[in-house]
C-alpha cells in the first residue's frame, strides 16, 4: 500500500484522459519525501485505480435553476488515498498537498467546462488482516540493497 482510488460519475469519460490522470497521481505519489529526504511510498506499493461510475445522481441536477442559464449534467470525482500508519502528520499533510496539486492540475478544465464536486481523502488505518504477495516490490528493491 498506498493506493489511491478515483471514483468519478461517468458522464467525466469523454473530457478527461482518466490515464493520464492515474499517471501523473502516481509520479506525485512518488516523488513524496519524508523529513530525512526518503521516499514517502515504496515504488512497488504505489497504485492508482480509477472507476466511472455508469450509475450516479449528483446534488439536484441542475433542476432548481442555476445563474446564467447553466444546465445540469453534474459530475464529481472523488479520490481516496489509503494508507498504513507510522507517518507523521506533517508527512501525511506533505502527501496530500502534492497529490491535490496535482489533482486540481490535471483536472482542473474540468470545472471550467461544467459543475463538478471533486473530494479527497487520506484514510490511515490499521488493517485487521494483511498480507502482501507477488513479485513487484522485488523489482525495485534490487537497486536499494
Known sequence: MPHLVILYSGNLEPAVDMTAVCRALADAM???KDEDGKAVFPIGGIRVLAYP???HAVADDGAA???GGESG???FVYLNLRIGGGRSAAV???AGDAITAVARSQL???LEARRVGMTFQVDIGREAY???FGNLHALFQQGEK
Do not use: P, W
Open 65 to 67: 435553476g442555476l445563474e
Open 130 to 132: 494483511d498480507v502482501k
Open 73 to 75: 449534467d453534474y459530475g
Open 92 to 94: 501525511i499533510q506533505a
Open 108 to 110: 482542473g478544465s474540468l
Open 30 to 32: 512518488r516523488k513524496v
Open 53 to 55: 461510475a455508469a450509475h
